[in-house]
């Protein structure tokens, strides 16, 4: 849309024109070389043909069309004056508009005049700048006298075309650096805003990457010790002996920390998770599935809610699961913290 702007601007050619300027500027742009290709044209990647630079020409000039033989006679003009608007994609052509018939032609047949554009542009301004008068101005003060009350007044303004004496000059100067009023300062407290207040707590708060980082503090433990309550309360695995030729998958603690809208601390949040990268498709799994709000959703949701005047209530979910049956019998090592048996797997 900036070439377009920039091709009708330009060549002051009329806005409802710009069905065709845009369609130039897509033609031009496909032909272009970009730094992204390696300096080669869309067009080239798609066709694998070299290009002609010949047959462009500048948007909104002058150009004659050749009038085919049932529109002219012996003595008639061979050719009609046109606005140049483009080419044409199913034929090969150039598209012009002949304004004294109202009317577009796609011809071959065209001879361009570069350098003159069909529609009036805006003339240049002169390069000789007008003289204007000069005028000084001046700040005039009246004297203060001992004891007489005065109104507080602004300084009037005085034009002068002519520069003041030398001695006038001083006098203005000293009243000036007299009379001149104190700068205005703010007595408002300034603070950090509260957005900032998220970065300062994170920046305060210490996150263990792993287990032997984290059983050294309370919080972190105790935080553990609730996602462990949480998978047996929601019956997640069985604890079995390790069977036979089984290679279990392993799992790692994921720490983070909640915070409130004010940007103070929520609560710790320990995260037991998988690790699926010894996972083989078709024997440990067949489909993967994550459940993900769109923002769009949301939005409409609480569009018909407030449409429809309906109360919206905020809830925090410490855990969540996916209610389902597995196939497969999926093997886990017991996280750290559950119990030192060696012996024994979590299986889903």
């Not at 994609?89 to 109202?102: M, T």
């Not at 263990?208 to 996602?227: F, G, I, L, R, T």
Request: glycine share 4%; net charge neutral.
């Amino acid at each position: 849309m900036d070439i377009t702007r920039t091709l009708l601007i330009e060549s002051s050619v009329p806005s409802k024109f710009w069905i065709e300027a845009l369609s130039t500027v897509v033609y031009l742009i496909n032909r272009l070389s970009s730094h992204v290709l390696n300096f080669d044209s869309l067009y080239y990647h798609l066709h694998h043909k070299s290009l002609s630079y010949y047959d462009l020409h500048t948007f909104g000039c002058v150009c004659f069309v050749h009038l085919p033989s049932h529109e002219r006679h012996k003595l008639s003009t061979q050719s009609a004056k046109c606005v140049f608007l483009g080419y044409n994609i199913s034929h090969k052509g150039f598209v012009c508009y002949d304004l004294s018939c109202g009317k577009f032609c796609i011809s071959r047949n065209v001879v361009f005049f570069e350098n003159q554009y069909f529609f009036p542009t805006h003339l240049a301004s002169s390069s000789v700048a007008p003289i204007l008068p000069h005028f000084e101005v001046v700040l005039s003060f009246e004297r203060f006298k001992p004891g007489i009350v005065y109104e507080r007044r602004r300084p009037t303004l005085q034009l002068l075309e002519t520069d003041p004496p030398p001695d006038t000059a001083l006098e203005i100067a000293s009243e000036l650096s007299t009379h001149q009023p104190a700068l205005r300062r703010s007595t408002r407290v300034s603070h950090t805003p509260d957005r900032y207040d998220f970065s300062a707590t994170l920046s305060t708060i210490i996150v263990p990457s792993c287990y032997s980082q984290a059983v050294q503090h309370e919080c972190w433990q105790k935080a553990m010790q609730e996602e462990l309550q949480a998978l047996q309360d929601n019956h997640t695995w069985d604890l079995v002996s390790c069977p036979p030729a089984v290679k279990p998958i392993g799992c790692k603690w994921v720490y983070s920390i909640k915070l409130r809208s004010d940007g103070t601390l929520d609560r710790y949040k320990a995260r037991l998770v998988a690790l699926e990268n010894r996972q083989e498709y078709g024997v440990d799994y067949e489909e993967t599935f994550s459940p993900v709000a769109k923002m769009t959703t949301v939005r409409t949701i609480i569009a018909i809610a407030a449409s429809q005047g309906w109360p919206l209530h905020q809830m925090d979910v410490k855990n969540a699961f996916l209610h389902g049956d597995l196939k497969e019998d999926i093997y886990m090592a017991p996280p750290p913290g559950l119990f030192s048996s060696s012996t024994q797997l979590c299986v889903s």
